[in-house]
């Protein structure tokens, strides 16, 4: 993690005491690293989670549909799809030295792919099969079999 800051000044303690470092620009601007990845590195995890979470729990929506068909199953992905762009928002703005988005929270062509599969789910006959079972899987995985 150290190494990734190696076009800035960095302070270690000289003391052997507890360990961080100052990284600080040419700028001035200071960033605090701390070996636990705290401040921004331990929070990408925890990003990857909540995206793996709002995929499962899009998933268990589709699947319990309360009979509405595509109105319902489009609202899930859209809702779905802003949710994951705020966590990759969210992903961004914590890595914002060195910005790195979870490939847990897909990209910004996962609303189109979610919504085609939904049309395809409700017109094409069988696909509702493999959009059940993709559902499946991502409801208790976090990773759907479908990826476009």
Known sequence: MI???NDRYRLFPEDGGAFAVWAIDKYGSVLGLLPDGSGGGSMLEEIAQACKDTGRKAAWLQ????GMGLPYAGFVSLQKAI???ILRYAAVVTTIENPQVP????GLG???CDLIEDVAADFVPGY???DTADDIAEAASGEGLVNC
Do not use: V
Not at 63 to 66: K, M, Q, S, T, Y
Not at 103 to 106: D, N, Q, S, V, Y
């Open 83 to 85: 949710s994951m762009q």
């Open 128 to 130: 509702s099969y493999i």
């Open 103 to 106: 490939e847990a929270c897909g």
């Open 3 to 5: 190494n990734s800051y």
């Open 63 to 66: 699947l319990n549909d309360p």
């Open 110 to 112: 996962d609303l189109g």
